[in-house]
């Protein structure tokens, strides 16, 4: 199983980024995929989770109605889309997958809000 993020990058308050995540070696379209996050000297959290077909989407509070999770099964690849950043954002985000009681993570990507 491979997980790689990608799409991170600086961006002022209020802007908006689209996280990539291409998965490898397991069969993508049969898996719930999540975003998690995890920010200077604070626990790793969970910010979306999307359903095996795509039609269930789930999210945290602190990002409902500003990021979008989506997924093409076609190419293996997870997508968060993220809108209005806020520099509390900030944050290494990472893709992940439970596959028989077992998380896989990626390598996460940097997202950086500041003006």
């Known amino acids: 199983v491979q997980l790689v993020e990608s799409g991170g990058g600086l961006v002022r308050p209020g802007g908006s980024l689209r996280l990539s995540c291409a998965a490898s070696?397991?069969?993508?379209?049969?898996?719930?995929m999540n975003w998690y996050r995890q920010a200077p000297g604070k626990e790793r959290e969970w910010v979306a989770r999307i359903d095996s077909d795509g039609v269930g989407t789930y999210y945290a509070d602190s990002v409902k109605g500003r990021f979008t999770i989506s997924r093409d099964n076609a190419k293996n690849t997870l997508y968060l889309q993220m809108n209005s950043l806020k520099p509390e954002d900030t944050a290494v985000y990472f893709c992940?997958?439970?596959?028989?009681?077992?998380?896989?993570w990626g390598q996460g990507t940097q997202v950086t809000v500041s003006s």
């Open positions: 992940n997958t439970e596959i028989w009681n077992y998380n896989y």
């Open positions: 070696g397991f069969t993508f379209s049969v898996y719930a």
